[in-house]
């Protein structure tokens, strides 16, 4: 039983560290941009770069985050993929990508945890659906403010005198 609440509170504490990279790298790429003196659309790219940037971040920290369940933690162990190290467990290029094959919610299920440490992969999906949701509404935010047509520059608004 402890060693599910271990597994559970490494989960939580993952989860709020990618909440806080993600909400960090966000309010970073809403200033920044803004500042730079590129067209609209490159700051429009530099945000969506940034946000890809952020995802990948977020997902290298579940990543230390199975190597600790799995070494120091003993809250499991990978199986699977062909990629087991002499220690018997995944070396830190598998571990990244479990972890961004659970953080984008693909799935290929070569790798697998066995163990509590199922709960963290479970968790980890979740949090990647809600923040590359939130990059998306957030990119689309961005595009609104930077991708104006130049149809809708030039149309003129109708004049206030009388007909």
């Keep these: 039983m402890i060693v599910h609440l271990t597994a559970f509170a490494l989960a939580v504490g993952l989860t709020l560290a990618a909440l806080g990279m ?3 790298a966000l309010r970073v790429l809403s200033v920044v941009p803004q500042a730079a003196r590129i067209s609209a659309r490159l700051k429009t790219l530099v945000v969506i770069i940034g946000a890809i940037a952020a995802h990948i971040a977020e997902a ?3 990543a230390v985050g199975y190597w600790v369940g799995e070494a120091p933690l003993h809250l499991g ?3 699977g993929g062909g990629q087991l190290e002499a220690s018997g467990q995944l070396g830190p290029l598998q571990l ?3 972890s961004l094959e659970a953080f984008t919610t693909q ?3 070569d790798v697998y945890p066995v163990g509590p440490l199922r709960l963290v992969a479970s968790l980890e999906p979740l949090a990647g659906l809600i923040l590359i949701g939130w990059s998306t509404s957030f990119t689309f935010v961005v595009m ?3 991708w104006r047509l130049k149809s809708e520059a030039t149309v003129k608004t109708p004049s206030k005198g009388l007909d």
């Design 22 to 24: 993600h909400y960090e």
């Design 60 to 62: 290298a920290a579940f």
């Design 77 to 79: 162990r990978f199986a």
């Design 96 to 98: 990244f990508y479990f």
């Design 107 to 109: 799935g290929v299920g």
């Design 144 to 146: 609104r403010r930077y």
